[in-house]
């Protein structure tokens, strides 16, 4: 089973990367079953969608959409590094999920969600909506990093026992999702 952990902020000086890297390396220590890929928007350089044909069709023209779609389809489970912009997911976030329709279809997600006071919660709420129209079914299991530049410093992001725990136990739930909705893959 692969398990692909995504950030999703491309804002330049973002802590996103410092979370993410947390949370692939707390996943390897604890794979459940899982192969841990992870992947960064920012790098993946989605321009705002530009595909010709609805994503239904999966007749890509863009390599850049072609990258993504295989690193999707080749995915069996996700982890979303979101952060909480104007109370929603970022662009960016939107916009990768928009590109593809058929890869997503059936996978599990799960999500690390960071920001003020909120810890990103409010963020999760609109991404679980456009995940459940492309159907990934979001677990209720999850990380909350509420005020995250208290908890970043020079780089580096260090959890607290609370964020270890619930990542502890999201990635064993996304595990048991990811083996129950392979039949419907299949």
């Given at each position: 089973m692969k398990l692909s952990i995504?950030?999703?902020?491309?804002?330049?000086?973002?802590?996103?990367?410092?979370?993410?890297?947390?949370?692939?390396s707390h996943a390897r220590k604890h794979p459940n079953g899982f192969d841990i890929q992870a992947v960064d928007l920012a790098e993946l350089d989605l321009p705002l969608m530009d595909e010709p044909r609805?994503?239904?069709f999966q007749d890509y023209k863009h390599e850049h959409t072609k990258r993504w779609s295989a690193i999707v389809d080749g995915s069996d489970a996700f982890v979303f590094v979101l952060?909480?912009?104007?109370?929603?997911?970022?662009?960016?976030?939107?916009n990768a999920v928009d590109y593809l329709y058929a890869e997503w279809n059936y996978k599990p997600a799960a999500f690390v969600s960071y920001g003020g006071i909120s810890g990103g919660m409010r963020?999760?709420?609109?991404a679980k909506s456009i995940l459940t129209t492309v159907k990934v079914v979001p677990i209720p299991e999850g990380?909350?990093?509420p005020m995250v530049s208290r908890s970043v410093e020079d780089g580096v992001f260090t959890p607290s026992q609370i964020n270890e725990s619930a990542a502890d136990t999201m990635v064993s739930e996304l595990a048991r999702?990811?083996?129950?909705?392979?039949?419907l893959r299949d």
């Open positions: 995504i950030t999703t902020s491309t804002r330049p000086g973002r802590v996103g990367g410092a979370v993410a890297e947390w949370a692939v609805h994503p239904r952060p909480e912009y104007n109370f929603v997911a970022p662009p960016g976030f939107f963020a999760v709420e609109t990380v909350v990093v999702w990811t083996k129950a909705l392979r039949q």
